[in-house]
């Protein structure tokens, strides 16, 4: 990796380039992974690239779903796997749920070598190398998930979900939960609930939540759930960026 001096004042956000390219470079993200990177960058600009106060809250509700969830599973798709693979691995076990390598150009040489970086970081289980069942209403390749993990699910958390995977999954009765920087994208308008936050940040955030929501009774959980609405999280999210435009000005 091209070494980056941290006091850049845009460390952070190189940093995560050089993982994605790293990424391509080993075969784990796809090169159109870069592309949708670049997209999610610019909305972070616009956000001010910080966690909100409505992505916040947003990750509250996601984590006590969940927590409640008979079957939650954690997809990880290749730019996940890139920039938060040890990450997610923890998340996972705060929230006793496991992962699903799920790829928009799946091959199976990135889905076997996504799976290997999940367990050489800790993962326990990480489905799909055999995705054994077909989600109503995808074309093949994009339709395939594990019995055991997201085919089964009743909560997902997919982070960078397309958004018309996104939409069959929902029709599938399931809570879809996407972590997506854009506001205005069809994943993140369909999904039960859309954090608008970057995936490098919105992943720490939920396991420290996990873990400090752990014991909270299912009563409490169904309480934080309750009152969220993800079109009036999204309509303040847009306001959060249009507010930070305006005081660059
Ligand atoms: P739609 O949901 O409307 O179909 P899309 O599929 O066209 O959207 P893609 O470019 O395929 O969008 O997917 C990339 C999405 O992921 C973008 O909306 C982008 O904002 C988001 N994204 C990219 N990188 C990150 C990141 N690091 N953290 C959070 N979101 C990201
Ligand atoms: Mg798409």
Do not use: W
Not at 239 to 247: A, T
């Amino acid at each position: 990796m091209t070494d980056i001096p941290e006091d850049h004042p845009r460390y952070k956000s190189l940093l995560t380039r050089e993982l994605l390219v790293k990424g391509v470079k080993d075969g784990i993200t796809s090169m159109q992974g870069l592309i949708a990177q670049g997209r999610g960058e610019a909305f972070d600009y616009l956000l001010g690239e910080r966690t909100t106060g409505s992505a916040a809250e947003a990750e509250r509700v996601a984590v006590a779903m969940m927590l409640l969830a008979n079957r939650p599973v954690i997809s990880v798709n290749g730019n996940a796997a890139a920039l938060v693979s040890e990450e997610l691995c923890e998340l996972s076990k705060a929230l006793d749920a496991p992962l699903e390598v799920n790829l928009f150009h799946r091959t199976e040489e990135r889905v076997g070598k996504i799976i290997n970086l999940l367990r050489s970081k800790g993962a326990s289980t990480v489905y799909g190398d055999n995705p054994d069942k077909l989600i109503p209403g995808l074309s093949h390749d994009r339709a395939k998930a594990a019995s055991k993990g997201i085919y089964a699910a009743d909560v997902v958390l997919v982070p960078l979900e397309d958004g018309d995977r996104c939409e069959a999954l929902v029709k599938m009765g399931k809570r879809v939960i996407v972590i997506d920087l854009n506001p205005l994208s069809r994943s993140a308008r369909t999904a039960t609930v859309a954090i608008v936050d970057n995936i490098v940040r919105a992943v720490p955030n939920m396991t420290a939540m996990a873990r400090e929501m752990k014991n909270q009774s299912p009563a409490a959980l169904e309480d934080i759930v309750k009152g969220f609405g993800n079109e009036k999280a999204l309509a303040q999210a847009l306001d959060e960026m249009m507010d930070n435009v305006k005081n660059a000005k």
